[in-house]
């Protein structure tokens, strides 16, 4: 599974894969990630990861013997690292007053809230990548029964801790943020911290569960938070 290369810019060089993403593509993205900066990391200011892509900033304008080493790189052979086995445990309060279109979305879906829940929780996700937000996690694994479009207009506020579905997709919203996805529940905990060193507890290729929790442990959490778990 090799990638395409494309160059968007004199500072920017983009590899590619015409893949769904999953976990082996993600692999591949990770591990090829860990190369270009065994390789280039001279030359590479930051690498950019989407699902099927990792562009990478560069320090100069990329001249013409640079672009074919790149080229020579892109057909190399890479090993592949193993994902990692962290699992995150995310507790979620779905009550509606929490989740401002749990109910409408429900309503939407053709399913009741519990089997919403149901379906939303028994799923575990997978990182790929951070974006939209700082600490903002782009999960795969969404549930195919949950998928629903985005709201076509967007709403001014969404609170931090936030749950939501947007698309064939589920996150968090870590900080108050305009947003179109519809939001579900809410999380005590905090996901994105500009005083810690990383400021995430997460990183791409872990996994995340969320595990539902009632109003009352919501508003315990919420005063006396504890340690997020996690599991090897």
Request: hydrophobic share 35%; glycine share 6%; aromatic share 10%.
């Amino acid at each position: 599974m090799k990638p395409k290369l494309r160059q968007i810019s004199p500072v920017l060089i983009e590899l590619f894969w015409d893949e769904k993403p999953n976990d082996i593509l993600l692999n591949h993205l990770l591990s090829w990630e860990n190369a270009i900066f065994s390789q280039f990391g001279s030359e590479v200011i930051e690498v950019r990861k989407g699902f099927q892509t990792l562009s990478c900033v560069l320090k100069n304008d990329l001249k013409q013997s640079n672009l074919k080493a790149w080229q020579c790189f892109v057909e190399t052979s890479i090993d592949l690292s193993p994902l990692p086995t962290k699992l995150w445990e995310i507790p979620v309060c779905y009550d509606p007053e929490l989740g401002k279109d749990l109910i409408s979305l429900s309503k939407s879906l053709s399913l009741d809230i519990q089997k919403l829940i149901t379906l939303h929780t028994e799923q575990t996700y997978r990182i790929h990548f951070f974006g939209f937000l700082p600490g903002f996690m782009y999960l795969n694994g969404l549930d195919p029964a949950l998928h629903f479009p985005r709201k076509s207009i967007p709403d001014r506020k969404i609170e931090p801790g936030s749950v939501a579905i947007g698309g064939s997709q589920t996150g968090i919203y870590p900080t108050e943020s305009p947003g179109g996805w519809h939001v579900i529940g809410k999380t005590p905990i905090t996901l994105f911290d500009q005083n810690l060193n990383p400021p995430v507890f997460a990183k791409p290729g872990e996994q995340i569960r969320f595990i539902p929790i009632s109003r009352e442990e919501f508003e315990q959490l919420s005063t006396d938070p504890k340690p997020i778990k996690s599991h090897d």
